[in-house]
């Protein structure tokens, strides 16, 4: 797995795909999860760009694309139960987009860099 400076995480799956979440860490600032907005299926996104709503208790957040890619699938489970994000912020992932090349995992941190950056 690689870590975005956002909290995000990244897996690298077959066909080119990448599966995309926040960390433990992002999920505990946040709090209860209460409302989750996915992106539509087939989305063409830009890194950068927003590509997930997300709100808790204690604030509204964008989830940004990590990457450039089609979102191809979307993890429906979190629209009816959002508090899945706080029982295990790893398996409840919340997009998987294509991209051309998972070389551009290259860019980002490893766990151990990630851990350093959470401190």
Known sequence: MKYTQEHEWLRAESGNIVTVGITAHA???LGDVVFVELPEVETMVSAGDEAVVIESVKAASDILA????EIVAVNEKLVDNP???????TSAWFFKIKVDDLAVLDD????DEYNDLIG
């Open 27 to 29: 999920a505990t600032q």
């Open 66 to 69: 990590p990457v450039d890619g």
């Open 83 to 89: 508090g899945l994000v706080n029982e295990d912020a």
């Open 108 to 111: 980002f941190m490893d766990e």
